[in-house]
């Protein structure tokens, strides 16, 4: 090996590994943008709400979800129940108080998804309810996820009402509504009009 070539060898080898980093799967920060949200079908279903992991670790945040004595939701992790609410498990240590999750209010319509609202202890949903008030009143072991019997108020969105926003879910290919969910749909429009 020539001098020149040595030298450009390690020049090459020195770039590569101040790049490296950064680009390595768990250290990256993760990038949110409207684009991170889609039709909330193409997510995993667990029970009434749907799951994901931006970092490609679906397999971790199943398991959590899926187990009996609840666990720690992996980081990339993404949770709805509504097409226009989500949570996202950020990096460890991004807010302590949260538990590091980051709430979500989205605008969603066929042209895609706007986040309305983010951030931690102060996001507040449609209904003027502060997300992780509620969120944090789950028993420890559940992670601030609440589904129904975790310890946090009930939500006035019953179970047919979720069902029925998830299958309008304007950025999804349309799917019938049972008529069950068509009433509760026409409920759910009433709580906005009165
Ligand atoms: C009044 C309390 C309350 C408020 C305020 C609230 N939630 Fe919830 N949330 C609940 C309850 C209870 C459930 C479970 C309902 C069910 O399973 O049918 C739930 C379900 C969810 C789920 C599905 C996972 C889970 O925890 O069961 C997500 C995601 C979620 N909420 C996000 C949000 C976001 C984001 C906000 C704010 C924009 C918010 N919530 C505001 C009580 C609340």
Same mark, same amino acid.
């Given at each position: 090996m020539t001098i020149i070539s040595k030298i450009l060898t390690t020049a090459a080898l020195m770039t590569t590994f101040t790049i490296m980093p950064a680009s390595i799967g768990s250290t990256e920060e993760l990038t949110i943008t409207p #684009?991170?949200? @889609? $039709?909330? @079908?193409e997510l995993t279903p667990v029970r009434g709400f749907f799951i994901g992991n931006l970092k490609g670790n679906l397999d971790a945040t199943l398991a959590v979800a899926k187990s009996e004595t609840g666990g720690k939701y992996p980081e990339g992790s993404i949770i709805q129940l509504i097409p226009t609410e989500a949570m996202v498990k950020r990096e460890a240590g991004f807010n302590t108080k949260t538990n590091d999750w980051e709430f979500f209010e989205l605008t969603v319509s066929k042209q895609g998804t706007e986040i309305h609202r983010r951030g931690f202890e102060d996001v507040v949903n449609r209904f003027g309810g502060n997300c992780f008030e509620c969120h944090?009143?789950?028993?420890?072991?559940? #992670?601030?996820? $609440?589904?129904?019997?975790?310890g946090c108020d009930p939500i006035s969105v019953s179970r047919a009402m979720s069902r029925a926003l998830q299958k309008t879910d304007p950025r999804c290919a349309s799917t019938k509504l049972t008529e069950e969910e068509a009433e509760a749909l026409q409920d759910f429009k009433d709580m906005f009009d009165n």
């Open positions: #684009d991170t949200f @889609s $039709c909330i @079908s944090e009143r789950a028993e420890e072991q559940w #992670d601030m996820v $609440c589904e129904m019997e975790h």
